[in-house]
């Protein structure tokens, strides 16, 4: 059963930046892919950026598009979500994932708390 662990949230003020890890503790297939979701206070789960392990395509929500960048480090196993030009809407917890499919995780983190203050 492979493990995600998130690190890196935090509080940042309006225009700042956070990176967020997750660490997989089993080195991800090529078919796999790994997503970042995050989920605010009161409102379901979505997603927010995926990179193919195997080709590294990166996909976006259209709400981060511009602002967020996911990369990944092969020998490391580890996603990496560098996040900038924070906004208050940004504020969630924000989970990584595995799955087979893009926007489908099989597999997921524990999540880290992101707060942006106005």
């Known amino acids: 059963q492979v493990q995600l662990v998130e690190s890196g949230g935090g509080l940042v003020q309006a225009g700042g930046s956070l990176r967020l890890s997750c660490a997989a503790s089993?080195?991800?297939?090529?078919?796999?892919?790994m997503n970042w979701f995050r989920q605010a206070p009161g409102k379901e789960r979505e997603f927010v950026a995926a990179?193919?392990?195997?080709?590294?395509?990166?996909y976006y929500a259209d709400s981060v598009k511009g602002r967020f960048d996911i990369s990944k480090d092969s020998a490391l196993s580890t996603v990496y979500l560098q996040m900038n030009s924070l906004r208050p809407e940004d504020t969630a917890v924000y989970y990584c994932?595995?799955?087979?499919?893009?926007?489908?995780?099989?597999?997921w983190g524990q999540g880290t708390q992101v707060t942006v203050s106005s």
């Open positions: 990179i193919r392990w195997g080709s590294g395509r990166t």
């Open positions: 994932g595995r799955g087979r499919n893009l926007g489908e995780n099989d597999h």
């Open positions: 089993q080195r991800p297939y090529s078919s796999h892919v």
